[in-house]
């Protein structure tokens, strides 16, 4: 009887707790939401996925109006956290299999304007006025900004060469059943 | 006893009754500078210089790398990107040296191993670029470091050549069983251990007899007979058969207080710490349905596959398949162009009889793989995960490694272990990808805190300048006054 009573007394208690800490403690959820996901994308403010920035894009995600896999910098494994995050499914095989692309600076052309490195989100480039520029290939994300702004189209795009370290096995093609004489 | 694994046909009759031959010096070597797990070696050589046979080329970098020697005394010709004897057939940064014929060796002092303290023999081992030799090449001085911090009291010697075709440990063995032995007493020394449990399957009856006749004079040192089983030469089920300890899933030999080294890497030790020769050559079985001769070579690091077979007949018939080590674990090889290497331990040209090309058909659970599986895993259910691309939910493919034995014995010729390989590339390129975004953040906040920090010194600087000019207006402003 005092087990059925204190326990009784005790659900209530805490339910009442649950109750009014739901309506006293409740926190803007979509803002919250926003800038937990913001603080997950790469902050670089690139652009590539059709936002002016990272911010926005948050804003989109959690608003669920734009697609988990708008991230190019971010990659698969963005995806895969985003998906775990929103509580959707990662799209992961209908995403087009987008290769991480590199800033290459051509030397021929490159007239040492600086203008490249001044736009570039994670200060990937190096270079001085009137002196050739350089990529720094780890620090790249392929946000393609400093190929808008070269002035004499030195900077190109290619996709990140395959090393022995990056090599990875394809996945095995799938098992056929026998074809079953009629 | 040993309930895991596969008895795959050893095929080891063809190259192993011969003795070892020396491949003569070749007209080119093409020398990696990564052929160990770690960081690659970095060149220290220039184009055009001459070295002689034993000079540094490439210095380690890193706590985890090794250095690589020149094989024999040449001229180097080039340093670029060579293809390395890999799958992809994807190029590696390569030293290429031309022989000049002579052969001459840098100065080299003999040294009595047991007269250095266990700190000076790691440096030897170290310098002589000794990676492990089976097939892991993982740097042998790191693993003494550490077996000398962890206390290892028992050194496994692992003399079981468990992959079929090869004979190159056996033949070492047999011709070589002094030297090994010595090798094994400078390792006892360097790391502390107590004794030595020395295990050879019992299909090699000649090296048992002369390890044991070399060790006879050693109490610490015993050579056991293993069970021949596919896979006695890895070091988990070395470690439970010979000690009956087993490691744990996340843990190293040295937590259960064993070592184990390759009996060729244990040569090798003795080579660099009594007589100071770096790793520059190492035997390898030449074998497979499409070789003509089958045999065991000691080949100088660098020397073209190629040449290997050449040396051994060339080959009889188109092969199906070229592999680098052996058939279960070896790497398949586009080509024969790729250069020897400290791991390679075998060159395989398999002929069309010799391969499985039946086509995959669904599974039937009928279990066989799980019983084969030397971790205990259940590779049907892993590789079913892996199929629809589901590898969060796949149990346990950290511990498997590779060995192949599931696919050998799969009646539906599921490819199971090209399935594990696929899974932990994705997961390694997974985790890749988790380390750029991070990364990328910090660059972005590391521009962020620099702009800002550009932008505060030019306002200070503006700032200092205008305080400056109000300085000397007012001063021509009193001057002008009085």
């Not at chain 2, 079929?164 to 033949?171: I, T, W």
């Given at each position: 009887m005092i087990a059925i009573i204190s326990l009784t007394a005790l659900g209530v208690a805490l339910g009442l707790g649950l109750g009014l800490a739901a309506r006293f403690l409740r926190v803007e959820q979509d803002d919250g939401l926003a800038s937990e996901i913001e603080a997950m994308l790469p902050g670089s403010q690139c652009g590539q996925c059709g936002f002016p920035g990272c911010g926005p894009a948050a804003a989109a995600l959690a608003s669920g109006s734009a697609p988990v896999t708008l991230c190019p910098p971010g990659g698969s494994a963005l995806v895969r956290q985003l998906a775990d995050k929103l509580g959707v499914k990662a799209q992961t095989s209908g995403m087009k299999e987008s290769v991480?692309?590199?800033a290459v600076v051509e030397e021929a052309l490159c007239i040492g304007c600086t203008k490249c490195f001044r736009v570039c989100p994670t200060d990937a480039i190096v270079g001085a006025p009137k002196q050739i520029h350089n990529v720094l290939r780890e620090a790249c994300t392929g946000c393609g900004?400093?190929?808008?702004?070269?002035?004499?189209?030195?900077?190109?795009?290619?996709?990140?060469?395959?090393?022995?370290?990056?090599?990875?096995?394809?996945?095995?093609?799938?098992?056929?059943?026998?074809?079953?004489?009629? | 006893m040993v309930?895991?694994?596969?008895?795959?046909?050893?095929?080891?009759?063809?190259?192993?009754?011969?003795?070892?031959?020396?491949?003569?010096?070749?007209?080119?070597?093409?020398?990696?500078?990564?052929?160990?797990?770690?960081?690659?070696?970095?060149?220290?050589?220039?184009?055009?210089?001459?070295?002689?046979?034993?000079?540094?080329?490439?210095?380690?970098q890193g706590n985890i790398s090794a250095p690589v020697h020149a094989?024999?005394?040449?001229?180097?010709?080039?340093?670029?990107?060579?293809?390395?004897?890999?799958?992809?057939?994807?190029?590696?940064?390569?030293?290429?040296?031309?022989?000049?014929?002579?052969?001459?060796?840098?100065?080299?002092?003999?040294?009595?191993?047991?007269?250095?303290?266990?700190?000076q023999i790691a440096e030897r081992v170290a310098a002589a670029g000794v990676v492990g030799m089976g097939g892991a090449t993982f740097p042998s001085s790191v693993k003494m470091l550490l077996g000398k911090r962890s206390q290892v009291h028992t050194l496994l010697v692992n003399g079981s050549e468990?992959?079929?075709?090869?004979?190159?440990?056996?033949?070492?063995?047999?011709?070589?069983?002094?030297?090994?032995?010595?090798g094994i007493r400078i390792v006892l020394h360097a790391v502390g251990a107590t004794k030595a449990l020395c295990g050879i399957e019992n299909n090699k009856p000649a090296a048992i007899e002369a390890m044991r006749h070399a060790a006879a004079d050693f109490a610490a040192i015993e050579v056991i007979a293993l069970p021949t089983r596919y896979p006695m030469g890895s070091d988990r089920q070395l470690i439970h058969v010979l000690t009956g300890q087993e490691v744990p899933s996340d843990g190293?030999?040295?937590?259960?207080?064993?070592?184990?080294?390759?009996?060729?890497?244990?040569?090798?030790?003795?080579?660099?710490?009594?007589?100071?020769?770096?790793?520059?050559?190492?035997?390898?079985?030449?074998?497979?349905?499409?070789?003509?001769?089958?045999r065991n070579l000691d080949v100088l690091i660098g020397t073209p596959a190629r040449l290997l077979v050449e040396h051994c007949g060339g080959l009889r018939e188109p092969p199906a398949r070229l592999l680098m080590g052996g058939p279960m674990m070896g790497l398949q090889l586009p080509s024969l162009d790729a250069p020897i290497i400290k791991g390679s331990s075998g060159i395989l040209a398999l002929g069309a009889h010799e391969i499985a090309q039946e086509q995959p058909s669904p599974c039937?659970?009928?279990?066989?793989?799980?019983?084969?599986?030397?971790?205990?895993?259940?590779p049907f259910e892993?590789?079913?995960?892996?199929?629809?691309?589901?590898?969060?939910?796949?149990?346990?493919?950290?511990?498997?490694?590779?060995?192949?034995?599931?696919?050998?014995?799969?009646?539906?010729?599921?490819?199971?272990?090209?399935?594990?390989d696929y899974a932990k590339g994705e997961l390694t390129a997974r985790e890749r990808g988790k380390m750029r975004q991070e990364s990328i953040r910090q660059l972005t906040s590391a521009r962020k805190e620099r702009l800002e920090r550009e932008a505060r010194e030019k306002a200070e600087a503006a700032a200092r300048r205008k305080a400056e000019r109000e300085r000397a207006k007012a001063a021509t402003a009193k001057e002008a006054t009085s």
């Open positions: 991480p692309m590199l900004k400093c190929v808008d702004v070269c002035p004499t189209m030195a900077v190109s795009m290619m996709p990140m060469p395959v090393t022995l370290q990056s090599w990875v096995w394809h996945k095995p093609a799938p098992a056929v059943a026998p074809a079953v004489a009629a | 309930r895991w694994g596969v008895h795959p046909d050893a095929r080891k009759q063809a190259a192993s009754p011969q003795d070892i031959e020396r491949l003569p010096l070749p007209a080119m070597l093409h020398i990696p500078l990564l052929q160990h797990s770690g960081a690659p070696a970095k060149p220290v050589v220039s184009v055009g210089q001459h070295v002689l046979k034993g000079e540094l080329l490439g210095a380690r094989p024999t005394s040449g001229t180097v010709v080039a340093i670029s990107d060579y293809p390395a004897p890999h799958p992809s057939g994807l190029g590696v940064l390569s030293i290429s040296l031309e022989p000049d014929g002579e052969d001459r060796w840098i100065e080299l002092t003999e040294t009595d191993p047991f007269s250095l303290t266990p700190a468990c992959e079929p075709y090869l004979s190159c440990d056996d033949r070492l063995m047999r011709e070589r069983a002094a030297k090994i032995v010595e190293r030999s040295a937590d259960v207080g064993v070592l184990v080294h390759n009996v060729g890497t244990l040569y090798a030790i003795q080579q660099a710490v009594r007589f100071g020769r770096p790793l520059i050559s190492r035997v390898v079985t030449v074998a497979g349905g499409a070789v003509a001769r089958p039937i659970r009928c279990g066989q793989c799980v019983s084969a599986c030397p971790m205990n895993l259940m892993m590789s079913a995960h892996i199929r629809i691309g589901d590898l969060d939910a796949v149990q346990g493919i950290k511990d498997c490694i590779s060995c192949g034995s599931c696919s050998y014995v799969c009646p539906a010729h599921i490819p199971l272990s090209h399935y594990f």
